[in-house]
């Protein structure tokens, strides 16, 4: 699958997920990535969507390899981020 496109629809400022991710792929479309901020280091890392099956959450979505998990992950923040500086220069106006 080749990836389309990545959407990002930020979430209130008081939430503990920054943002959320909509992933097109050419035949797919991947729904519920969550962006949160880790308190401790800073940096923004991304979650597969995922449900509870009462002792802990179980992801909806994996790749074949880390790499594969790593660079999605990648795409998404460097989106993310792209969107963060989009607002600020709007913000600035």
Same mark, same amino acid.
């Given at each position: 699958?080749?990836?389309?496109?990545?959407?990002?629809?930020?979430?209130?400022?008081?939430?503990?997920?920054?943002?959320?991710?909509?992933?097109?792929?050419?035949?797919?479309?991947?729904?519920?990535?969550?962006?949160?901020?880790?308190?401790? !280091?800073?940096? @923004?890392?991304?979650?597969?969507? &995922?449900?509870?099956?009462? +002792?802990?959450?179980?992801? *909806?979505? /994996?790749?074949? !390899?880390?790499? @594969?998990?790593?660079?999605?992950? &990648?795409?998404?923040?460097? +989106?993310?981020?792209?969107? *963060?500086? /989009?607002?600020?220069?709007?913000? @600035?106006?």
């Amino acid at each position: 699958m080749k990836l389309i496109n990545i959407n990002i629809t930020k979430t209130s400022n008081d939430s503990k997920v920054k943002a959320r991710a909509t992933i097109d792929f050419d035949t797919h479309q991947l729904r519920g990535f969550k962006i949160f901020r880790d308190e401790k !280091t800073g940096k @923004d890392f991304v979650t597969a969507p &995922s449900y509870f099956n009462g +002792k802990s959450w179980i992801p *909806l979505f /994996k790749t074949h !390899t880390k790499d @594969d998990w790593t660079d999605l992950c &990648s795409q998404v923040i460097d +989106k993310y981020n792209e969107e *963060l500086i /989009k607002e600020s220069l709007l913000e @600035d106006k």
